[in-house]
């Protein structure tokens, strides 16, 4: 992140790392998601991205619920990969990097999570 002051003095911060499209996470933030893939539920709560950050309550309020909506997909696709995870995990199922990591990306991420959900849960 770049900080830095706009011509009203007001403090505007610049990624550096994502300047075009952001992240999930980024675009969440200072929100935290907490996903139980027990319950297929999210819980949202505010972090602040450092202690004492100038830009926290500098800019205007976004109202949570009007961001859910733009970013659903994400979090279906975000909750179907946790859930992946578990599954490895619980079953303890070894070797599983090159099959979860290693993927066309001609394809889209729909199709690609598509096949990497019926290599790992394709018998639940």
């Known amino acids: 992140m770049i900080n830095d002051l706009d011509e ?3 403090l505007k911060g610049l990624c550096s790392l994502h300047p075009y499209i952001k992240p999930l996470v980024c ?3 200072p929100v935290s998601r907490i996903y139980s893939s027990d ?3 999210s819980e949202y709560v505010f972090t602040p ?3 004492n950050c100038p830009g926290v309550g500098s800019c205007k309020s976004n109202n949570l619920s009007n ?4 970013v659903d997909k994400e979090l279906e696709y975000e909750a179907k990969f946790y859930n992946i995870l578990e599954h490895i995990a619980n079953n303890k199922i070894e070797g599983y990097e090159k099959k979860l990591y290693f993927f066309n990306t001609d394809n889209s991420f ?3 999570l598509d096949s990497i959900t019926s290599i790992f849960l394709a018998k639940e």
């Not at 961001?67 to 733009?70: C, H, R, V, Y």
């Open 8 to 10: 009203n003095n007001n």
């Open 27 to 29: 675009i969440l933030s």
């Open 39 to 41: 319950k297929s539920t």
């Open 49 to 51: 991205p450092t202690e």
């Open 110 to 112: 729909e199709t690609i």
């Open 67 to 70: 961001l859910i909506p733009i």
